[in-house]
Structure formats: C-alpha cells, structure tokens
C-alpha cells in the first residue's frame, strides 16, 4: 500500500486543476471559450491603422464577487511582441504596456467606459504595470500581476463585487501584440474564480483564418434600452455580423472594408431585456482573409457603449423556434 501524505495530495490536486484547464473543463480564459475568439490584438503606436487597430489601446475590465475574499491575480499570456504569436511588420519594434488600476473611478469614470483611450481613462489607483518588447522570457507563457486584495478594486453596487481595470497601449513601434489574459486565484496555475468575469466596451481582437470558426461576442442589453448600434472597423469585407437573441436572428448588421467604419442599428425586443446578445461573426469562404484584426463595438439609443461580458449574463442566449429572419433592406 502506497502511503499517501499531505504534499503528495497537495500535488494531485495541483495535476487535477492543471489537466482540466488543458481540456477545457474549468477555463476561464479572457477571450472565453464561448467567445471562440483565439487572441486580443494591440498594435504599436505608428502602425497604420489599416493593420486593424483603430487607437492602439485596450481597456479590459474583471469583477470579483464580493463574496470572495483571497487574493487574485490577473495573468497575461504571450505579452511580449516578438514571437510566432505576433504579427511583425518589416521588424518587431513594439513596446507594450499593460497596467492594473484599482479603487475609485477606476469604472465608474465616463471616461474609462468608452471607446477611445481620451480623457481621463487611466482613472482610480495605479496597482502595477509592465512594459514589454521583445522579450523571450515570456513569449508564448504567462506573466502574473498581483497578488492584489479584491477590495483594492472599485466596488460595484450593481455588479455586487470589486472591479479592477486593465489597460493595454502600444507606447512605439508598428507590430501587433497579440495575447490573452486569465483571472486567476493562482499565481502558478489557472484557477477560475467562482462567479469572476471579465468585460470591455470595445474589443479589438483577431479573427480565425477559416470560415469553419464562427466568434462571437456577447454584449447585455439592460433595462431602458430600445434600440442597439453596432460599429466595426477595418472587417475587410470578411463575412457577415449576425446579431441573435433569444426570440430572433438579425443578418442586417453592415461590415466595413480596409480601414473604415461601418454601423447599422435594430430595435430592441422587450423579450431581450435582461439579457445577452449573440453577435456572430461569420467569415467568408472565398476568397480566405488572413490575419485580419477588427474591431467591435456595441451603443444603446443614447450612444453610450454596452459591455460585453466573457461569460454572458443569462447564459449564451438560446433562441426559440419561432424566429423572424430579418435581411438587409435595399437602400
């Protein structure tokens, strides 16, 4: 009989947690497995923005319930640019930033919640920050923030939990800094917390190079709203935005060409209130657009940007039925 002792069972539950991150089972990645989005792009401050980088800048939200209580960290996968990863342009020669931000104004700031890195965005308190080049070390692993106390967050009365902010700028260079992140309860390992999501107003990410992957987005419509816009930038032509909730699908969504923007806009359903949109990005089959960055972003009827959510409030909307397809109507 094998004696089994408290470091041996320590490490058995260390290999448990790591293989069901592996398969998919616990993750909790930031794109979510939901969104099927495989990476957030920032690229440097002197691309052209015909790389699919409207502003250069990303601003990402995590809530921690209140009710948890240990510390957390937030943990950034492939943040150097220079690798397989990354999208190089003549040479890498892009510094990257990513910052923590915590305490008051660091949400609830109009500034911070919209679309455009102006104004005071870089709202609340300071918590780290790291810059990035090329730098080997962290190509293709991960680089932990923290730890940080939840209450070092600003806390949400609404979201009933503590919100910190990360925001991700291209400082210099012409490269596209492509990477994920992961809330963690674990400085080591990817641990999930309970109840944890992450959140942004506008997403600036890659698309799959096959049309076989469909991404998606998952923006919550609240009370009081009547009508959606949606706005994407540099689609390149590359498909169709498809727009579906609970009681219907909406394939009316206009995509923009290289380096435009594009925006149409539908009302909103009382049975959609409450709930998750499910914005489908649809690539075309022919011909193959490859390495395409977009951008995203979704407005209610009074131009203020809706969040979307990694794990979308009421789950992934199930739509029933009894659906009214509604085409592009002929201008």
């Known amino acids: 009989m094998i004696e089994v002792n408290d470091s041996m069972i320590k490490y058995i539950q260390i290999i448990i947690i790591h293989l069901a991150f592996v398969t998919g089972l616990f993750a909790q990645p930031v794109p979510a497995q939901d969104e099927n989005i495989p990476h957030l792009v920032t690229f440097g401050n002197e691309a052209e923005t015909s790389w699919g980088d409207d502003d250069f800048c990303q601003v990402f939200f995590f809530l921690i319930p209140t009710e948890f209580e240990d510390p957390v960290y937030i943990k950034v996968f492939d943040p150097d640019c220079g690798g397989e990863i990354d999208e190089i342009n003549g040479i890498f020669n892009t510094t990257t930033e990513f910052s923590v931000y915590g305490g ?19 709202s609340g308190n300071l918590l780290a920050s790291r810059k990035f080049g090329v730098d080997p070390e962290y190509d293709e692993d991960w680089y932990t923030f923290g730890p940080f106390n939840p209450k070092e967050g600003e806390f949400s009365k609404d979201f009933q939990g503590y919100v910190f902010k990360m925001i991700t700028e291209g400082l210099d260079g012409d490269d596209g800094n492509l990477y994920q992140y992961y809330l963690s309860t674990d400085a080591d390992f990817n641990v ?35 009508s959606v816009r949606q706005w994407n930038f540099d689609w390149d032509s590359d498909g169709g935005i498809h727009a579906l909730s609970v009681v219907r699908i909406f394939k009316g969504n206009k995509v923009s060409a290289e380096d435009v923007w594009a925006d149409s806009e539908f009302s909103i359903n009382p049975a959609e209130i409450g709930k998750s949109l499910d914005f489908r990005f649809v690539k075309k089959q022919s011909p193959t657009v490859i390495n395409n960055n977009v951008v995203i972003s979704v407005q209610n009827q009074f131009g203020e940007a809706m969040p979307f959510f990694n794990i979308p409030i009421g789950g992934v909307p199930k739509y029933q039925p009894m659906i009214t397809i509604e085409e592009e109507k002929e201008e």
């Open 104 to 122: 008051a104004t660091c949400w609830t700031e109009d500034d911070a919640r919209g679309t455009e890195p102006i104004g005071n965005y870089k």
């Open 192 to 226: 999930p917390i309970e109840g944890g999501k992450a959140f942004t107003y506008e997403y600036t990410f890659r698309m799959w190079n096959t049309s076989e992957n469909v991404s998606h987005i998952y923006p919550y419509v609240e009370e009081g709203t009547v």
